[in-house]
């Protein structure tokens, strides 16, 4: 069991350049969360699938923000026309149902926008 | 939405000493847990207590809903126990967490 998989860990992108980032969940596991983490934020609620269907994105930046789960092996956060806001370390977690207390944590995409 | 606040935001300690972290909510715990965070490091789940006690090794978490806290205990705290410790707790039956600010643990030799 790898745990969850992030990629990139690191993405510098340019203002107004488009961003993606990936995740694996961990086999298996039905529920898919991502969250934002900054400094002055902390950790921020972005969006969430349940066996690959989206139910709750009420975190998401809804004009650039976007995310999909095509299969069960992975997930994806596209940030288009990116901001220096938008700089903040990306997290993917994934749990085995939708009860949270099997959560597991990705090690995070940290995303600077230049 | 659900408030969740930690105290104390920082914590020095020297080796040995014990750390007792703080977390109040504005309504009903469910699905309360604390996590911990290395610096640079991933988020890692320590222990799920919505209500009463619960032991892991040296980690003691208390949780009493009616009062809307819960603390977690760390006892006899080492070096490598250092790092950022996160209260988490749900918005409803199924959703997404939400964390506290976090309080930064320090422990030196």
């Known amino acids: 069991n790898a745990g969850v998989i992030q990629t990139p860990r690191h993405k510098v992108t340019g203002k107004g350049q488009e961003a993606t980032l990936w995740c694996e969940p961990i086999s298996g596991h039905s529920a898919v969360f991502w969250y934002r983490q900054t400094i002055v934020q902390g950790l921020e609620f972005l969006t969430y699938f349940r066996n690959q269907a989206p139910i709750d994105d009420s975190g998401m930046p809804k004009e650039r923000f976007s995310a999909q789960m095509p299969n069960q092996s992975h997930s994806t956060l596209k940030i288009q026309s990116t901001q220096p806001q938008d700089s903040a370390v990306y997290l993917c977690?994934?749990?085995?149902?939708?009860?949270?207390?099997?959560?597991?944590f990705g090690a995070g995409t940290r995303l600077s926008v230049l | 939405g659900q408030q969740v606040q930690q105290s104390p935001a920082s914590l020095v300690l020297q080796e040995g000493e014990n750390a007792e972290l703080q977390c109040n909510f504005s309504?009903?715990?469910?699905?309360l847990q604390w996590f911990y965070q290395r610096p640079g490091g991933s988020l890692v789940s320590l222990l799920y207590n919505p209500s009463g006690t619960k032991h892991t090794g040296r980690l003691t978490s208390t949780t009493v809903t009616k009062e809307r806290r819960s603390s977690l205990h760390i006892s006899s705290s080492q070096i490598t126990d250092s790092g950022t410790y996160f209260c988490a707790m749900e918005q409803g039956t199924g959703s997404e967490l939400s964390f506290g600010k976090g309080a930064k643990l320090t422990v030196s030799p």
């Open positions: 977690a994934s749990s085995l149902d939708h009860s949270q207390n099997t959560l597991y």
């Open positions: 309504s009903t715990a469910t699905q």
